[in-house]
């Protein structure tokens, strides 16, 4: 078992250049960022290892049931939520579609960290007591047994003029990420909603203690998840519309990034995208990547990676990438050279797909992991990547 694990019973385009160092720095430097990454992935020591589990019951509301009824009840679940992950692939408008809420909201409330370490860091905290500001509030399209996550919330970073992006955070994110790069943002002229993505931070049910029904050995609770999160980001171009914003993006980061590609490959408004760290199919970053290892532990005894990626490539950017190409937009690929959990192979693979379809797009390459992209001085780089494609994309 994964140190710092914990098991759950069973019951329960252009490329911009690179800098090229000599071979023997290199492999120096290569040596050290893997390094700091394996620590960094190392300080959360409260994952749980959880057995597979089909989650069949999760597709009783979704669409594309092709003659199943609600209560169906397959006798061969992997063969069911395969043959649906194909029928949702060919029908994906239909699977992503949605009733828009008619309960939007703004809300004055208190800032919290929600934090998904064992031991929340105390100067974080503090830094946001007694702070306040205005949430977007609304029922989402989707329902799951837990009413707090079907309560969605999204942070309101206001700016003059018609520009206005969702920014979607990494798995596991607490509630205050991405925080500086939305009123740098705001900066620049661009309205920013900072969503909290299912079973994230304030939407996450008591029973836990980090954003594992989000992504987990749970198969059909997963792809609801996926949904859940693309329909919410929906409804979020929908209360700015209403606002008067005409120009709308989006930026996603990490698992934000792959529900951010879906959006878009499913909703015209969406003109400008910003992929931060982005990969293939969903189930090969489960498989590989090191931040989840402990769910790749709770599968394998059953599944291999060729199974998994069937079960879930209703939820993988690799599937849409015609949809994708539907409506004109301007997308920015950023992927990191030493990543451990999006391995960069996969993220070459993304854009060799923008290359074949013909799509306008930028490529970065960052000199650093998936988790030291947000250590000093890589986020800075990052950030400044993303505000200045979003100036520019707007501004063209």
């Known amino acids: 078992m994964q140190a710092g694990t914990v098991r759950c019973p069973r019951p329960a385009e252009p490329r911009l250049p690179v800098v090229c160092l000599k071979k023997p720095m ?10 700091w990454e394996t620590r ?19 597709a009783r509301n979704w669409p594309c049931r092709n003659g199943f009824a609600p209560g169906h009840v397959p006798a061969d679940s992997e063969a069911f939520l395969r043959e649906y992950n194909q029928r949702i692939a060919e029908s994906s408008d239909e699977f992503y579609s949605y009733a828009r809420p008619s309960d939007f909201r703004l809300e004055r409330r208190a800032v919290q960290v929600f934090s998904t370490r064992e031991v929340p860091d105390p100067r974080l905290e503090k830094k946001v007591q007694g702070t306040y500001a205005d949430f977007l509030r609304f029922t989402s399209p989707v329902r799951s047994p837990f009413p707090e996550n079907n309560l969605v919330n999204a942070r309101w970073f206001p700016a003059r003029g018609k520009r206005a992006i969702v920014v979607l955070p990494h798995w596991n994110s ?3 990420a991405y925080t500086s ?5 705001t900066l620049l002229g661009v309205s920013v909603l900072r969503m909290s993505m299912p079973y994230h931070d304030i939407r996450m049910p008591a029973e836990i203690r980090r954003a594992d029904y989000a992504v987990s050995a749970n198969i059909g609770r997963t792809l609801d998840a996926c949904r859940q999160g693309v329909l919410d980001l929906r409804c979020c171009l ?3 519309e209403s606002q008067g914003y ?3 993006g989006i930026v996603g980061t990490s698992l934000g990034s792959c529900y951010a590609f879906l959006a878009a490959a499913h909703d015209p408004r969406i003109r400008v995208a910003a992929f931060n760290h982005a990969s293939t199919y969903f ?9 989840t290892r402990h769910i790749r532990e709770g599968l394998q005894s059953q599944l291999d990676v060729d199974r998994l990626r069937g079960l879930w490539s209703a939820v993988s950017p690799m599937s849409y990438f015609r949809q994708y190409a539907r409506w004109p937009k301007k997308s920015l690929v950023i992927y990191a050279k030493y990543d451990l959990t999006f391995l960069p192979e996969f993220s070459r693979d993304v854009v060799s797909e923008f290359r074949r379809f013909g799509l306008d797009h930028k490529v970065v390459v960052l000199p650093c992991g998936h988790y030291t992209t947000g250590e ?5 780089i990052d950030g400044w990547q993303i505000a200045s494609f979003l100036r520019t994309a707007f501004e063209n």
């Open 26 to 35: 290199a492999s120096r430097y290569a040596q050290w960022m893997y390094d």
């Open 40 to 58: 960094l992935t190392s300080v959360d020591n409260n994952r749980v290892v959880r057995p597979l589990e089909w989650g069949v019951e999760w």
């Open 246 to 248: 005409t120009r709308l």
């Open 174 to 176: 607490d509630a205050v």
């Open 376 to 380: 000093t001085p890589y986020k800075y």
């Open 181 to 185: 790069l939305c009123r740098t943002l």
């Open 283 to 291: 189930a090969d970053v489960v498989w590989h990547g090191q931040s």
């Open 238 to 240: 929908d209360w700015l």
